[in-house]
């Protein structure tokens, strides 16, 4: 059997597959991850596959069409976003038209949060694949092409007779080595010019060394709707082998970006990784998501092992919206932790969000003091984007916050984010022009021009990487995320 995988057409440059998905001020486009992910299971088990990314390619509707129509794939998996819902349902429908026996199942962190809400929006979608369904897609493959007992496979909700079926669950994946490298996939399907990350040396890829999240952060998408709350880890050995491969058969990338929820959970797994970068000789670049919880040696074990930057969510300077959305993390902590980044030589990526529980115009002054005053590489400021199958969409629901129930209002007619929270005391537009405000008072104060005019003549490497970012990002300083 034939089977599609795809990332279907919406805005150019759409990044669907981030936690928060959009049009990004930065040029930021994420590779179809979990979609290359599960390509690597079907190849495995010998299934003919496409991956097709069209926002990445410039593909416009009728150039899918016609691909899909060429290749005409038994099944067709269709990734999916909150934003882009509307949008993704209404091209697959078009798919099933045209390709009748093709059977259309959607994937993604909206898809599983609300799969029968989902079906119900088109009567021609046959099915969700909930949750990782990196084995649940090949399961459906290999029954489809069996033409077995679709009650069987785990982990999908489908129709049947008119009615609407929620399969069991799929248990998390835990033997994680068995998944073939992701990036053999990216080499194979897709060109890795295509994606970028302003933190990140480009040419960059993804990976992910670990799913799940121990920590509970109300807001964060992935743990809540796809990886779970249980951490799985790759061995270490496994992870070095791919960076490995990364080196020897892509050599154009300059960075690896771990795209784990949290990679610094296990800190004795990090420094084992680290020390096999180092006994290997790997010269990739990398960089990861950590918590304020990372100590000194292993930051500077990391930095000797070709960690640049480290990415960190510090959300807020308030200790009370802290706790109010379970961070659990300590403001004194966040202090030490920058002090260590830049003892140990590494960069930061800092996020700061606005919007959570009991935020004020106060509590965001406060956060964007703190972001002053640690000066990190790069920042992000975003309103709070509450995605359904998380608390935060629970309690914005709960409290009759969300100013509109439309999907499609989670972005500007342009693509960018948008904000649909109206708070108590701060309004959705507020919140959009305290984060397009902090984002220019940052990005344009002496301070950091200076401190970027400096990293660039001691460090020549990191120029393009900032020439790229300015270039991509240089008309939202000016004008914000609406135009005037």
Excluded at 239 to 253: C, D, G, H, M, T
Excluded at 282 to 287: A, D, E, F, G
Excluded at 375 to 380: A, E, F, N, S, W
């Amino acid at each position: 059997m034939k089977v599609l995988l795809l990332n279907p057409p919406f805005f150019p440059r759409f990044s669907r597959s981030q936690r928060s998905p959009a049009v990004t001020k930065s040029g930021t486009l994420y590779y179809p991850v979990w979609l290359a992910y599960a390509a690597a299971v079907l190849e495995q088990r010998g299934f003919d596959l496409k991956l097709i990314d069209a926002p990445a390619q410039g593909l416009a509707r009728e150039d899918v069409m016609e691909i899909a129509r060429d290749f005409n794939p038994g099944l067709i998996v269709v990734g999916t976003s909150t934003p882009s819902i509307y949008n993704d349902v209404s091209f697959a429908s078009n798919l099933k038209k045209m390709l009748t026996e093709s059977f259309i199942t959607l994937v993604g962190t909206h898809v599983s949060a609300l799969a029968e809400e989902s079906l119900e929006l088109d009567t021609t979608i046959d099915a969700v694949a909930r949750g990782e369904y990196d084995y649940t897609v090949a399961d459906l493959a290999k029954t489809l092409n069996e033409k077995g007992d679709l009650t069987l496979v785990l982990g999908i909700t489908f129709r049947k007779n008119g009615a609407i079926i929620n399969n069991d669950e799929r248990p998390k994946i835990n033997e994680l080595d068995n998944i073939p490298f992701v990036s053999s996939m990216y080499k194979k399907h897709l060109n890795i010019k295509n994606y970028f990350f302003a933190a990140s040396d480009y040419p960059m890829v993804q990976i992910f060394t670990a799913r799940g999240c121990p920590f509970r952060c109300f807001f964060c998408v992935y743990p809540q709707t796809i990886h779970g709350n249980t951490y799985r880890k790759r061995n270490p050995e496994n992870v070095v082998e791919e960076f490995v491969y990364i080196q020897e058969n892509l050599p154009e990338v300059r960075e690896v970006v771990i795209e784990d929820d949290t990679f610094s959970v296990d800190k004795n797994r990090v420094r084992r990784i680290c020390e096999l970068l180092i006994q290997k000789n790997v010269k990739l670049k990398w960089n990861a998501n950590v918590r304020a919880d990372l100590d000194l040696n292993t930051m500077k074990l990391m930095k000797k092992a070709g960690c640049r930057l480290i990415i960190i969510g510090f959300e807020s300077a308030d200790q009370q919206i802290l706790d109010n959305i379970d961070k659990g993390a300590q403001v004194e902590r966040m202090e030490e932790f920058f002090k260590d980044t830049k003892k140990a030589g590494l960069l930061l990526h800092a996020a700061f969000m606005a919007g959570n529980p009991g935020e004020t115009e106060e509590t965001l002054e406060r956060t964007f003091a703190m972001a002053k005053r640690f000066m990190p590489d790069t920042v992000q400021f975003f309103p709070l984007m509450a995605y359904p199958g998380t608390r935060a969409y629970d309690w914005a629901k709960e409290n009759n916050l969300l100013k509109s129930n439309d999907f499609s209002h989670w972005l500007t007619k342009e693509g960018l984010h948008n904000c649909v929270l109206n708070l108590p005391e701060l309004s959705s537009k507020k919140l959009v022009q305290w984060c397009d405000t902090s984002r220019r008072n940052y990005y344009l104060s002496f301070r950091y021009l200076w401190y970027k005019l400096k990293q660039v003549i001691v460090h020549p490497e990191e120029a393009k990487r900032t020439i790229m970012a300015i270039y991509r990002f240089k008309k939202f300083l000016w004008r914000g995320s609406f135009k005037k």
